[in-house]
Structures are given as C-alpha cells and as structure tokens.
C-alpha cells in the first residue's frame, strides 16, 4: 500500500489490470470527478462522470482530488457449488478520495481484471448517524461509439420476464442490466453490477449527452449510459444512513462472446460466504408438480383436479426415487390460491397432508421442495417465514420456492427498489437460520450474492418455460435460448425449468419451439445447481432421451465455451465434479447449422466414450421436433466432435472415460 496526497482541480492517477490489458484513468477535469477505460492501448470508455445528486446537494461535480492508495490481490477461492469448482481472484486496486469545495468527501474503489473492472463508492457518515437521501446517481459509461447490444426494457418489462432484443445501443430506451455489447467483431462488453445489499438495481438511461474531452471539451461522438436507479414511490433512489458502501459497477471485456460466460468477476466482488456450516446446502434435480397446473391438467387450488394432493406428490416421489431426483417441488399445497383466502405457510389444504407426504418422501431419499407464493405480500412472509422455515426444517425440507407475483410489493413499491432489495435479503438470512436454501422467483436481478449467501441457489428473472404453455403470442422464439446464457446468464443463477418432452398445446401455436435434443442441450446450457425437469412425469415415462437427465449433474469443476455467437448458436462444456465426465449442451436458433466441437479439453492419452443424443436427420421443430438418435463414439482429446443442428435443434452429450 502506498498514499500521495494531490489537491488539485485537474490530476488524474491510473491503475492497469494485472496482464496491463485493461487501463483504468481516474481523476478529476474541470472539477468533475470522472474515470477511462482503454483496452490494449485502445479507449473503450470515454470520461464518464462519477457523482451523486443527494437531497441537499452534489458530489463529484466540484471536487479535488485528495489521497490516492493501491493494493493488489492474487487469491484462489473454492465454490460450494457453481460452474467452476476453483475461482482466481487476481486484481490491482485503486482507491481515489474527492473532496467537495463544501467539504463533503467521497470515495471511489476501482478494482481491475484482466477480464474487466469494477468500481464502488464509499460515502462517508453525511448526516451524524442520521439518515440521509440519495436522490440520484450520476455514475456513467460512455462508449467512444455506437455498438449493437441484447437488453430489455426497464420501464416495460415485469419481473425481468422479457425477449432480449438486439439493435444499436443509440436506439434504445432505458435498460436492464446485464447489457450485452458487441462493441466491435472481436471485443465484447457486458456492463451490470455486483453485490446489491440495501441499495437500489441499477438501470442505463441511453443518451446521445456531449462527452468530456481532453481540457474539459466536448466532443458529440459516442453513446453516453447513465445510472437510473430504481426510485421509491417518493422518488427517492436510496435512503442511506452511516457510511454507505454502493454496489459495485461491472463490466467485463472480453475479445470473445464465450469469454463473458466464463468470467467471474461478479462473484470476485462479492464477499466470501457468511454461513459457517454449509453441509446442508445441497445441489442437485428435481421434478415438481407444475407443468401440468400450466397446461391446465391441474389445478393450484383446492377442487376436483387439484394437483399438490397427498396421492398425487407421493405418486411423483415414488418417480423421483426410481429416475434419482433429488426432490419434489408442489405448487399449490397451502391455502392461499382461492378467491378470497387467506395466505398462510403453516398449513395445507385439507387434501395434502405435509408432515406425511415429508416422511414419505425422505423414506426413498427424496426432500419435499416448499412453496411460499406471496402475490406481491412481502410483509405477510416477513410475518410468518420464521415460523414456517423452522417446521419446514423439522420435516427435513431443505429448499424453498418463493414467489412475488404483483407489480408492487405490500402494494406500494417496486421489488427491484431499495425496498424490495431489502425483503430478499431478510428472506436469505432467515432461511440460512433454519438450513432452507431459496429458489427465488419474480426476484430483483441476480448479482452474485450467492458467494456471500450460498443457501440462494437460484432465480428466475427471466422469461422462462411456463411462455411455452400459455402465452398468446405463440410462445418464446427459437433464438430466445440460445441468447439467454449471454444475457441473463451472465447474471447468475437461471431457474429456466427447461427439459419439456412434450409440445401438445392448450393454446394454438404455443409449445416450446424446439426438437427435444434441444431440450436436453439446454439442460446443461442454462445452469442452476437446483434444476428442474420441468415437465409432467407422465412424459418421461418411457422415454429414452430422460438418461441423459438423470446422468446430468448440477454442479461443475470447470466450464468452456468452445464457441458461440449471441441469439444464434452455442456450445458449452462442462465437467463434473469428483469425476472424469464432461456434459456438453449446443443448440442453435431457427437456422440449421453444423458446429465443429473440439475435443481437446480432455485428457491427453485417455480414451472415452462419448453418448451424443441428437436431431435426427429429419428432425425440425415446427414438422417433427420428437425425431432424435442416440449414438456413442469413441474419442480422445484429438479428436473433433461433428454436430449437425435441425432448425432450433440442439444435440445434449455425455463423455465418460472408458
């Protein structure tokens, strides 16, 4: 560590990223606080503002440069569960102190990558243990010049649940985070954020705003983001109180699509976990009494075709225990779901006896998998969750699935708020009190508070299978999939529910629009360590494409991208933990495409077998999406893998040393 003390209305001090790719400017111009980017010499980032705008008054717009300080770090940590069992955590860190002509002092942390950086500010107690109010971030990222980029839309887009569109950054509106950019044929950005606690998400309000140049001139080129974080219902962003440490700003570069996939520098600035114990969190497949309810076979309320019934979840755990399902998820199981009930999650509906149906289950090594909708009511689970988490522990249920279907939660504010961001984390730590790991639906999005909080397996935020039952617009499109995992993916996490067997419809024109090798691909594509097989067990009966399921772990040592191109095709390889095998998934969009996959991630000298399910010849999604084959080869890490990809198709591999 070493300290240099500049006062001074125009200094800048820079830090580079440990291989010297990524070069990070910070400083102060025309007394605006500001930061760059280049990237191998090259500016990727022009000076872009850093600041706040809090109720009585501005930081970052008149300020000087005070102590400077830096620090590095080269660790390797472990994952509980994950895409890569070992993580490097190698960076240089920068920390730059402001100070306001009225004295008001803020703090900066930059941390550069080789694969990216990220930044954080430090707002020191302003308002002597009282609290104070942040009404806007003026944090920015502006990009030398206009990029194609994947998004959806903030203002318009419930619970995360949107198609990722792709057009010119300078065309769209305001954005969720992750955004996806091509910023040039071989360099790609993805800008988000790291490490969300009591703060609001962060948004990119898309402008055409003058840069700063060199000497404070402006210059018209370029698109400017802007934070817009989520408000309160009093327009107040964030109310603070104390010292205030924000969430970390991100973005990776990457010379390939593949190469955000692999990063992990959101989970690098998010800190290592706070439970002691973790030998009760536990990945694996489960099944679950769901597609049927939105095929409109069942029913979540209590009536003649009510499906979370004592019969029905035995009759699914009996399958889990024969087929090596870890659990069995029942919507639907607790009064609530009729007009007019009232919501609690410490009873169930007269026809599903719970503490029976647990016992049962753990008889054959199968967990009940609870189920605590809320519509929107966070302070009603806030009331009971102690209580419920402490009997479903007593059952031996060890994951829950929460739910928030309602624009506004308690009525009043948006889940992705301060507020709402608040409730979750309540939620987390409750539930790591009484051993519960979280699936969390309609949830704010993902930031890789899994290291810190590793009971939070996974999430939705993301326009996910159920479409594929019910949507009146035909569904999602063939190239949905095979954007996601550069998209959303790169958030964490993915509660997909992928693995549908059958396409029947109850809507006209609305099935998943893919070959079932596709489905098997995207198994191992989208990653959740808690994974559903999402169809009804009836469909898998039978049916010999269900062996690659019931092989397919959901926690890996080691995670590739042989090759992909965004809303078009990819292929990721992964490899078990404790074991030799690898699991591949490649799927493409509405083209037919034959993809080359090398092999020579594999052991040099040793022989495998390789099982390939994959589109048959004939196979294609809107004619004949059943049509699949089943092959083995022999291969060694010489050897090259020739897949041949049906419209929307995908092939779904596994390689087990022989």
């Not at 910070?26 to 280049?38: M, N, R, T």
């Not at 009997?391 to 939660?409: D, N, Q």
Request: aromatic content about 10%.
């Amino acid at each position: 560590m070493n300290g240099v003390n500049v006062a001074v209305c125009n200094a800048q001090e820079f830090v580079t990223s440990p291989d010297g790719a990524v070069k990070v400017t910070v400083g102060v111009k025309s007394k605006q606080a500001f930061y760059e980017v280049s990237f191998h010499g090259k500016e990727v980032v022009s000076p872009s503002r850093l600041g706040f705008l809090l109720a009585d008054g501005e930081t970052g717009t008149h300020a000087r440069m005070g102590a400077v300080s830096r620090s590095s770090k080269d660790e390797t940590w472990q994952q509980l569960w994950g895409e890569d069992e070992s993580v490097r955590n190698h960076y240089n860190e920068l920390t730059v102190n402001y100070k306001e002509q009225t004295g008001r002092t803020m703090q900066v942390i930059f941390r550069v990558f080789n694969d990216g950086f990220g930044f954080r500010y430090v707002l020191p107690d302003y308002n002597k243990g009282k609290e104070y109010m942040i009404m806007d971030e003026m944090t920015e990222f502006r990009l030398t010049h206009d990029a194609k980029a994947w998004s959806i839309p903030s203002n318009h887009t419930e619970y995360f649940e949107g198609i990722y569109t792709q057009d010119m950054l300078s065309k769209k509106d305001t954005v969720c985070t992750p955004l996806t950019i091509e910023y040039e044929p071989n360099l790609f950005l993805a800008i988000h954020e790291a490490a969300l606690e009591d703060y609001a998400s962060l948004n990119l309000a898309v402008s055409h705003k003058a840069m700063l140049g060199a000497n404070g001139a402006t210059s018209q080129e370029g698109v400017s983001l802007r934070a817009a974080l989520t408000p309160w219902q009093s327009g107040v962003k964030v109310y603070a109180q104390g010292e205030k440490k924000t969430p970390w700003r991100t973005m990776i570069i990457s010379k390939t699509a593949g190469g955000l996939l692999t990063s992990r520098l959101m989970l690098n600035l998010n800190e290592p976990s706070k439970i002691a114990d973790t030998s009760w969190i536990e990945p694996g497949r489960y099944i679950g009494i769901w597609w049927s309810i939105h095929k409109k076979q069942n029913t979540w309320e209590m009536g003649p075709t009510h499906g979370a019934t004592t019969q029905n979840v035995k009759r699914y755990m009996d399958f889990a225990a024969r087929h090596g399902f870890s659990g069995v998820l029942a919507e639907g199981w607790n009064p609530g779901w009729g007009k007019g009930e009232k919501i609690s999650y410490l009873q169930s509906y007269p026809d599903f006896d719970m503490e029976e149906v647990c016992r049962y289950g753990l008889s054959k090594g199968v967990r009940f998998i609870g189920h605590t909708e809320t519509w929107g009511n966070a302070q009603l689970l806030e009331s009971q969750m102690d209580s419920a988490f402490a009997w479903f522990s007593k059952m031996g249920i060890r994951a829950v699935k929460t739910g928030y279907v309602g624009h506004l939660f308690d009525g009043k504010e948006l889940a992705k708020s301060q507020y709402g961001i608040r409730h979750y984390r309540r939620v987390i730590e409750c539930a790591a009190k009484h051993h519960i790991m979280i699936d969390n639906h309609e949830p704010a999005m993902p930031t890789g508070i899994q290291r810190t909080w590793p009971n939070l397996m996974t999430q939705e935020g993301v326009r996910g299978q159920e479409y594929n039952a019910w949507d009146r617009r035909g569904g999602n499109p063939p190239a949905h999939t095979v954007t996601l995992p550069f998209t959303r993916g790169l958030a964490g996490p993915t509660d997909f529910t992928p693995a549908i067997f059958d396409f029947s419809e109850i809507v006209a024109g609305t099935h998943p629009h893919s070959t079932l090798a596709k489905q098997l691909g995207e198994f191992v594509l989208i990653y959740s360590p808690l994974q559903m097989a999402a169809d009804a067990i009836e469909n898998y009966e039978g049916q010999p494409a269900l062996s690659f399921i019931e092989s397919c772990p959901t926690t890996w040592s080691k995670t590739l991208v042989p090759h992909g191109e965004i809303g078009k095709h990819i292929t990721i390889a992964r490899k078990e933990r404790g074991g030799d095998r690898w699991f591949i998934g490649s799927i493409t969009n509405e083209e037919a495409r034959d993809l080359h996959v090398s092999l020579d991630f594999l052991d040099a000298g040793a022989t495998y077998r390789a099982i390939i399910y994959e589109d048959a010849a004939d196979a294609d999604y809107e004619h004949n999406p059943y049509a699949m084959t089943i092959r083995q080869l022999v291969v060694t890490s010489k050897d090259t893998l020739h897949l041949k990809l049906a419209r929307s198709g995908g092939a779904a591999i596994r390689i087990e040393k022989r």
